[in-house]
């Protein structure tokens, strides 16, 4: 059924294709239930009035482009909830989005995700290494950005490869703050007169963060704000698909031209280290129904502290009985315990933590497909 229906999915789906046109209009046009994550860069509602000077009283390159710029706040709100109802919309069931932004719009973003049924699961602090400076000297230099990640809904199952972004992190918990440089130097698009080509471009690292710890390869990642490309172009790298939304044609031009110079990972290369969450559950009394562990067989936690294994599945110590985690929690007067973890078997004169049991089982299922 898997099959039948990514095959019926392709089959109507843009996979990997720039769209032209206004985003709300466009997202109308795709099939519900189609796309596995969002990323989306929307205009920000800057509202900047007047130019903005360096001390040696150049000009800086700001966002003052007719896309960023709405009547009133109510008109922002309205053109929020319109492409965000279109987005859910789109979203698989246990689908997600990514939207970033600044302190101009990102707390109204955050606001309207939240009444159109969303679920927030993080908001994502990037902290930029090499920001601008404040040229005015009125404010605090605007050194970060805020990433919102939320499910579909709070029932979904949505996607988080917590190990991969571990390894990323050299083997320490990801944490919600991201200190990443502004996209600058070769990675930086320009145009005919070598000036940015577009004033927000996001950086490749920020969106290789993103797909790596929240989508898998196959995925299809929409942005609806494409503007030059760089969701697609890490996409395409990480063999996801993509399908970008993007109204302003010259935008639309840049974006091809980098994307056809972008060439997908090796396959071996786009694995990463599996959740621990996402193996496949196996109970501790399956290792007793297969004769694994005996009925009557002794446990002992790192303290020589014994408890039996009962026909159940179930331990009993001489002051408390229940399940693996339970009498582990119970012995050790703690609220939680990971009882594969915490109990060991003795074989052959050795301790073996019963996790390798565990492990043994998983392993012939995965064999056996």
């Known amino acids: 059924m898997a099959v039948k229906r990514r095959a019926e999915e392709a089959a109507v789906l843009p996979r990997d294709q720039i769209l032209g046109g206004d985003c709300i209009e466009v997202m109308k046009s795709l099939p519900a239930g189609s796309v596995d994550l969002i990323f989306a860069d929307p205009p920000y509602n800057l509202q900047l009035k007047g130019d903005l000077h360096r001390p040696d009283n150049s000009l800086v390159d700001a966002v003052d482009d007719d896309w960023d710029r709405f009547d009133s706040l109510g008109t922002y709100d309205r053109f929020t909830r319109a492409w ?3 987005a859910r919309r789109l979203l698989k069931p246990d689908g997600a989005i990514w939207v970033i932004g600044s302190y101009h719009n990102i707390f109204r973003v955050g606001a309207a995700l939240q009444d159109a049924g969303y679920w927030i699961l993080n908001d994502v602090v990037w902290r930029k290494s090499n920001p601008m400076p404040n040229f005015r000297g009125k404010r605090l230099t605007n050194a970060h950005e805020t990433l919102i990640w939320a499910s579909r809904a709070e029932a979904s199952k949505y996607t988080f490869n917590y190990e991969a972004l571990k390894a990323l992190n050299e083997g320490v918990q990801m944490r919600s703050d991201w200190v990443l440089p502004i996209c600058t130097g070769h990675e930086r698009l320009k145009d005919a007169s070598g000036a940015k080509a577009h004033p927000t471009q996001k950086p490749e690292s920020l969106l290789h963060r993103v797909l790596v710890g929240t989508t898998n390869p196959g995925d299809v990642v929409l942005d609806p704000f494409f503007g030059t490309g760089t969701t697609g172009a890490v996409a395409k790298m990480l063999g996801r698909s993509f399908i970008g939304i993007e109204r302003d044609a010259g935008y639309r031009a840049l974006a091809a031209k980098r994307l056809s110079k972008v060439r ?12 621990k969450r996402a193996e496949p559950r196996v109970p501790f009394g399956q290792l007793v129904e297969r004769g694994l562990l005996r009925p009557g067989e002794v446990l002992i936690n790192a303290r020589g502290q014994a408890a039996k294994v009962r026909a159940d599945g179930s331990l009993i110590s001489a002051e408390h009985r229940g399940s693996i985690h339970q009498v582990g929690a119970a012995l050790e007067g703690a609220p939680s ?9 003795r074989r052959d004169e050795q301790l073996i933590p019963i996790d390798f049991l565990r492990q043994q089982i998983r392993a012939e299922m995965a064999q056996n497909g």
């Open 84 to 86: 965000l109802a279109e």
């Open 264 to 275: 997908a990972l090796d396959a071996s290369a786009l694995e990463t280290l599996a959740s």
């Open 337 to 345: 315990c990971n009882g594969w973890t915490y109990w060991q078997f």
